[in-house]
């Protein structure tokens, strides 16, 4: 059991346009769940809280206008990147939360060209 | 502030010898302790984790973990590697008032055959 999806697992998108990733909880409800990003050969960095049905918690430095996060329902938490740059290519990996761990999804690599 | 310390970036042992992969906290109340392995691309695979109760915790793949609070440690043990345990591993600590997770730098383990 708790099991978290991803998807896509690879995405390419051209400078400008907008890419979108599901994280879903497939068996399990999950009022929170976290985005990180990773840069290579790096940590996890911690994005943002999102809670389901109200909106998500942004840690310093992460550019909310540009990463929307979307939490409709207690099974899917959405990451928005707008206006893709280069810079933003990297691998995101959401998480979902229950009883006080964090069960972690595959990862999105994004590769903006 | 909490942290996460992982003092070695890499590791290297030869296949069958013995491991230990150091990590130390920094938290002011009692903390909840995670040992997640990521393999190249890939998701974070939990090996282990302390919430309570007994010290020596037990994992997947043959992983021990020791938490010592009076070194703010959770060291992470295996007594004899295999070529497949070649990964990246991180040390983690979640929050009481929340469900966030900090993780540490992380120390690549390299296997020599």
Redesign the interface.
């Given at each position: 059991g708790a099991v978290v999806s991803?998807h896509p697992s690879w995405v390419i998108c051209k400078s400008g346009t907008s890419v979108k990733i599901e994280c879903r909880s497939l068996d399990f409800q999950a009022t929170?769940m976290?985005w990180y990003r990773q840069f290579p050969?790096?940590?996890?960095m911690?994005m943002a809280?999102s809670n389901e049905g109200s909106k998500a918690t942004y840690e310093q430095g992460v550019e909310k206008d540009k990463f929307l996060i979307n939490h409709a329902s207690l099974t899917l938490s959405t990451l928005t990147v707008t206006s893709a740059h280069p810079e933003d290519s990297s691998?995101y990996?959401c998480?979902a939360?229950r009883a006080?761990?964090?069960?972690?999804?595959?990862?999105t690599?994004l590769t903006v060209t | 502030a909490q942290s996460v310390t992982q003092p070695d970036i890499h590791i290297t042992v030869s296949e069958g010898a013995s491991l230990e992969l150091r990590c130390n906290y920094s938290y002011g109340a009692t903390p909840y302790l995670f040992w997640y392995v990521q393999s190249p691309g890939q998701g974070l695979q939990l090996l282990l984790k302390y919430f309570s109760g007994d010290t020596l915790v037990q994992g997947i793949k043959g992983f021990e973990a020791e938490f010592k609070r009076s070194q703010s440690s959770f060291n992470l043990r295996k007594p004899s590697v295999h070529w497949s345990d070649a990964a990246e591993y991180f040390c983690a600590v979640g929050m009481n008032r929340d469900d966030k997770i900090i993780f540490g730098k992380g120390t690549r383990l390299h296997i020599l055959p």
């Open positions: 991803q929170t976290f050969k790096q940590s996890l911690l809280t691998f990996i998480s939360s006080k761990e964090q069960y972690f999804g595959p990862g690599r | -």
